[in-house]
T-cell receptor, first 114, second 116 residues
């Protein structure tokens, strides 16, 4: 069974600084997708960034980028120039190719301080 | 484009009572998911529909939980009878097609259930 581990329950960062959230996963699959979702307080979950395992190039979406290390089964999220609106729970998620059972980690609560 | 709608947003019931949640997915989205998110944990998939058919309900506690998606649009999730451990946020999500083909899942705001 696939498991997703987020070892940092809480993190904080000063506004405008950079922070990295960690995620590791366990799978024997070769084709899969990895995701980072953001869940702001009392608001719905939204997709931040997605990585296909067959792609070696790390995904980037504006201030958000990932460091995907397939051999190490590691998928960290880097947030550059942190903004107050980045304060949220961040969930790492794994999904096998062509199978819809998305597995989530326990989440990291990120607080951006002014 | 309207997002995924859920109601009610909050519900408090006593154990052994029944409760129902409603979800309206994004128009045109064929796939609908119900997740349970217990406090301090990530969401866990309960059931997945493709149009009005069930694709996966392996993690749905079928002795007390049921779900339907009549006409392949709206969906309801029911718990009867509720237990204390059912206290959680119930999230509904939808996607254009099966997400295994990399279509994004869009989440609703959730229904926070408290069982006392």
């Amino acid at each position: 069974a696939q498991t997703v581990t987020q070892s940092q329950p809480e993190m904080s960062v000063q506004e405008a600084e950079t922070v990295t959230l960690s995620c590791t996963y366990d799978t024997s699959e070769n084709n899969y997708y990895l995701f980072w979702y953001k869940q702001p307080p009392s608001r719905q979950m939204i997709l931040v960034i997605r990585q296909e395992a067959y792609k070696q190039q790390n995904a980037t979406e504006n201030r958000f980028s990932v460091n995907f290390q397939k051999a190490a089964k590691s998928f960290s999220l880097k947030i550059s120039d942190s903004q107050l609106g980045d304060t949220a729970m961040y969930f790492c998620a794994f999904m096998k190719h062509e199978v819809d059972d998305m597995r989530f980690g326990a989440g990291t609560r990120l607080t951006v301080k002014p | 484009e309207a997002g995924v709608a859920q109601s009610p947003r909050y519900k408090i019931i006593e154990k052994r009572q029944s409760v129902a949640f409603w979800c309206n997915p994004i128009s045109g989205h064929a796939t609908l998911y119900w997740y349970q998110q217990i406090l301090g944990q990530g969401p866990k998939l309960l059931i997945q529909f493709q149009n009005n058919g069930v694709v996966d309900d392996s993690q749905l506690p079928k002795d007390r939980f049921s779900a339907e998606r009549l006409k392949g649009v709206d969906s309801t999730l029911k718990i009867q009878p509720a237990k204390l451990e059912d206290s959680a946020v119930y999230l509904c999500a939808s996607s254009l097609e099966l997400s295994g083909s990399s279509y994004e899942q869009y989440f609703g705001p959730g229904t926070r259930l408290t069982v006392t």
